[in-house]
């Protein structure tokens, strides 16, 4: 497997809501790295979660998670089924129950989600998942032959940019 260093592109500053992704070195890099959190970078994040000893990281450049901003047109619906695997902490179930919405989303009969639910859906996963780091714009991505891995350069922005 191909592993990957992170490094900021300058001195960040720091977001007390907002984690730095820590920097890693050549001698113990990540396994997986993620470029922007949308619906499916989300998917191997979540399926790395728990897994022992895998390093990841993952960067979106906004400040959270967003899924196509402005195209949610209201009453939407997503032809996606929500059944997944049931022993996730992640699944749609999951989130419905958190929300304490299980019985009325069973009792409504209505099992094509709305795209705003599955946009607030996905937020949920990615403000409980480790390993998400928000406001890191990726620069650049190059294969390292000598050290065999990847190096991504990333900026930490700010609330302005
Ligand atoms: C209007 C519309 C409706 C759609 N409806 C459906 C649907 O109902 N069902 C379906 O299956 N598919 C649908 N699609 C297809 C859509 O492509 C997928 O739903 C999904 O958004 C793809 O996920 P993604 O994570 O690959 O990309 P995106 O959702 O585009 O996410 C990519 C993320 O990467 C971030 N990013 C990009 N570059 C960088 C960088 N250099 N550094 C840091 N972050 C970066 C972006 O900010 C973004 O958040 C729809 C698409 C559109 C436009």
Same mark, same amino acid.
């Given at each position: 497997? *191909?592993?990957?260093?992170?490094?900021? #592109?300058? +001195?960040?500053? #720091?977001?007390?809501?907002? =984690?730095?992704?820590?920097?890693? &070195?050549?001698?113990?890099?990540?396994?997986?790295?993620?470029?922007?959190?949308?619906?499916?970078?989300?998917?191997?994040?979540?399926?790395?979660?728990?897994?022992?000893?895998?390093?990841?990281?993952?960067? +979106?450049?906004?400040?959270?998670?967003?899924?196509?901003?402005?195209?949610?047109?209201?009453? !939407?619906?997503? #032809?996606?089924?929500?059944?997944?695997?049931?022993?996730?902490? /992640? !699944?749609?179930?999951?989130?419905?129950? $958190?929300? $304490?919405?299980?019985?009325?989303?069973?009792?409504? +009969?209505?099992?094509?989600?709305?795209?705003?639910?599955?946009?607030? @859906?996905?937020? /949920?996963? *990615?403000?409980?998942?480790?390993?998400?780091?928000?406001?890191?714009?990726?620069? &650049?991505?190059? /294969?390292? =032959?000598?050290?065999?891995?990847? +190096?991504?350069? @990333?900026?930490?922005?700010?609330?302005?940019?």
């Amino acid at each position: 497997m *191909s592993t990957t260093v992170l490094t900021p #592109q300058h +001195e960040a500053r #720091q977001h007390e809501a907002q =984690p730095q992704a820590p920097a890693t &070195t050549p001698e113990q890099p990540y396994d997986l790295a993620g470029v922007g959190i949308g619906p499916f970078n989300l998917s191997p994040a979540a399926l790395a979660y728990g897994v022992p000893g895998l390093r990841t990281a993952f960067c +979106e450049e906004r400040p959270a998670f967003r899924w196509h901003p402005g195209l949610l047109i209201e009453g !939407t619906t997503l #032809q996606v089924p929500f059944l997944a695997d049931p022993t996730s902490p /992640w !699944t749609f179930l999951n989130y419905l129950h $958190d929300q $304490d919405r299980l019985f009325p989303f069973y009792f409504a +009969e209505r099992f094509h989600i709305r795209r705003a639910e599955y946009d607030a @859906y996905c937020r /949920w996963v *990615s403000e409980h998942l480790p390993g998400l780091y928000f406001r890191h714009h990726i620069d &650049t991505v190059r /294969w390292n =032959p000598d050290r065999e891995l990847f +190096e991504v350069d @990333y900026a930490q922005l700010d609330a302005d940019d």
